[in-house]
């Protein structure tokens, strides 16, 4: 979506998500590739940071969700 936005794509320690104030996010929910929840973060204020260092190297999603844990977005981003 062009609402949303993770950089950088390729990181080691840590990924900015960024997302338009009106999708009203709620929360993040992380993924491993294969679909396996990792964790769920606050949305604060339009950008969220995920940290990276505990992550094994690989392919991972996030999944933004807003009040009624609707879908409102996603980004992939991969971790070296």
Do not use: C, H, W
């Amino acid at each position: 979506s062009a609402d949303v936005v993770a950089y950088p794509t390729l990181a080691s320690t840590e990924v900015t998500i960024r997302y338009d104030k009106q999708l009203d996010v709620k929360d993040i929910v992380l993924f491993r590739v294969n679909s396996q929840m990792i964790t769920t973060y606050p949305a604060s204020n339009g950008s969220t940071v995920i940290s990276m260092a505990e992550l094994a190297p690989g392919l991972y999603y996030a999944r933004l969700r807003d009040k009624n844990a609707q879908t409102v977005g996603a980004v992939k981003f991969s971790k070296y």
